[in-house]
């Protein structure tokens, strides 16, 4: 799924490649979410005027996520290329406003009131 703000897929099997662009703000924060079940998976994600991506993994075979602090404004790619990957990925800008919101608002797992 494609929109400004993210790159969102979802899929059984992933034997390509697929890029975004997404205009990102300094100060924002670009979380990024990798769900592999099969396969592997490679991305990078670079800022389109320098020649070195910002951050890439290669031969991703395990699930994990992080956020990136983004220091300058622009445009960024995303590329993600699959081989035989089952899963999906996550790349979500967030404004510091909207970022704190989210962690302000969620429960932490050990915060929840168990039912009995």
């Not at 993210?6 to 205009?23: E, G, H, R, V």
Request: proline letters at 3%.
């Amino acid at each position: 799924m494609e929109n400004a703000d993210a790159l969102l897929m979802d899929y059984k099997i992933f034997n390509s490649t697929a890029s975004q662009d997404l205009t990102i703000t300094a100060g924002d924060t670009l979380h990024v979410e990798i769900a592999v079940t099969g396969g592997s998976l490679s991305y990078k994600i670079q800022k389109n005027d320098d020649t070195k991506p910002l951050y890439e993994e290669t031969s991703v075979s395990a699930s994990g996520e992080y956020d990136l602090e983004i220091e300058e404004s622009g445009i960024y790619t995303i590329t993600v290329t699959g081989k035989k990957s089952k899963g999906s990925v996550q790349f979500m800008v967030y404004s510091n406003a909207q970022y704190v919101n989210i962690l302000i608002n969620t429960t932490p797992p050990s915060a929840q009131k168990l039912e009995s």
